[in-house]
């Protein structure tokens, strides 16, 4: 991403001086203010001062999170401007909606490539936004059926209309690609552990010793010794003749397809790196304290390529394309308005 820095939407160059100089002229002379809104330009593509400060609106409660989290931060009337911990909030949000709108504009000019129904420019969305609410309005008082909200506030209308078209962008662009069988077997290949495995089956023996606020530690404590006891016992039923409390059930148990997992909804991070013979630590479970001990483990069948293709097709599109985004991202040329950026407030 090449980035130059503009002063109220003049650039440095002197072969360009004269003749920005001249265009802003004209446009002032004849009452268009549109230059003096514009906080940003991709590949010439303008971001407009109303779009910045609506994803910077959205990237209020991330941003504010960060600085508590790292630094511990708290709301106050000077936290977006101040200094914390050598960062700024303030900036950081407008960097941040800088950064979230240069990707999109990049999708859009993909998208208007491939002849697509889209919107490069500010203004276009939002006419577009004004006609879908119209359309709803008056779909609505025919009796008529629509999906979503019957109208769109700005943030809603641009994730509908921006999801859609990046679904259209995807399928035009496969389209226009001749995807060879290989690869998709190399990709099925190279993800079928994480994508494309059944669940694995156990058989799980479980101790559990409910609790209450009077007997917190000392139940926890007796569970601790059920755990001690393992060095010496394989067997959970016969550690319980001491734990009279304690409740013993032995379960199959498949990933996802569970009821167990109803029960004990910390069930799966309990026990996903565990192999046959071992014991998980003991997790609270709305106020039962729960032991699970893996007997049996058989690992998920992989998933037949013929029967997954079109998932792997799909995956291996999606990648292939964002490859694509992030290598426009990343040459993209970026003329900062810097009088406007600096401008944007909070």
Aim: charged share 25%; net charge neutral; hydrophobic share 35%.
């Amino acid at each position: 991403m090449k980035i130059r820095v503009t002063n109220g939407g003049i650039t440095t160059w002197r072969l360009l001086f004269f003749f920005i100089s001249l265009l802003c002229l004209l446009m002032t002379s004849c009452g268009n203010s549109s230059q003096s809104s514009t906080v940003a330009w991709v590949d010439g593509i303008p971001i407009e001062k109303g779009e910045m400060l609506r994803v910077m609106n959205q990237n209020r409660s991330y941003v504010f999170n960060y600085f508590h989290d790292k630094y511990g931060a708290e709301n106050s009337p000077s936290f977006w401007e101040g200094r914390i911990g050598g960062e700024v909030p303030k900036e950081l949000l407008k960097k941040k909606a800088l950064d979230t709108l240069i990707r999109i504009k990049v999708e859009d000019k993909l998208a208007n490539d491939e002849h697509l129904n889209n919107t490069l420019d500010y203004k276009s969305f939002l006419t577009a936004w004004l006609l879908e609410n119209k359309r709803r309005k008056e779909t609505v008082a025919k009796g008529g059926v629509i999906y979503g909200p019957a109208q769109f506030d700005e943030g809603q209308y641009f994730e509908y209309s921006h999801s859609k078209m990046k679904i259209e962008l995807k399928d035009a662009w496969a389209n226009t690609k001749q995807i060879k069988e290989e690869l998709l077997r190399e990709e099925y290949e190279a993800t079928k552990e994480a994508r494309y495995r059944e669940p694995d089956h156990f058989r799980l023996e479980i101790i559990s010793l409910p609790y209450n606020e009077s007997n917190r530690d000392s139940s926890l404590y007796q569970l601790e010794q059920v755990v001690n006891s393992l060095k010496n016992c394989s067997e959970f039923s016969l550690m319980l003749s001491n734990q009279s409390q304690a409740h013993y059930e032995e379960i199959t148990y498949t990933q996802g397809q569970d009821s167990a997992e109803s029960k004990y909804p910390s069930i799966w991070n309990a026990i996903k790196e565990l192999k046959v013979g071992e014991t998980s630590k003991i997790v609270d479970e709305r106020s039962t304290w729960v032991l699970f001990h893996v007997k049996e483990r058989q690992p998920g069948q992989y998933l037949d390529y013929n029967k997954v293709r079109n998932a792997v097709r799909n995956q291996y599109i999606e990648q292939q394309l964002g490859l694509l985004i992030r290598e426009r991202v990343e040459q993209a040329q970026i003329i900062i308005n810097q009088k406007i950026y600096k401008s944007l407030s909070v």
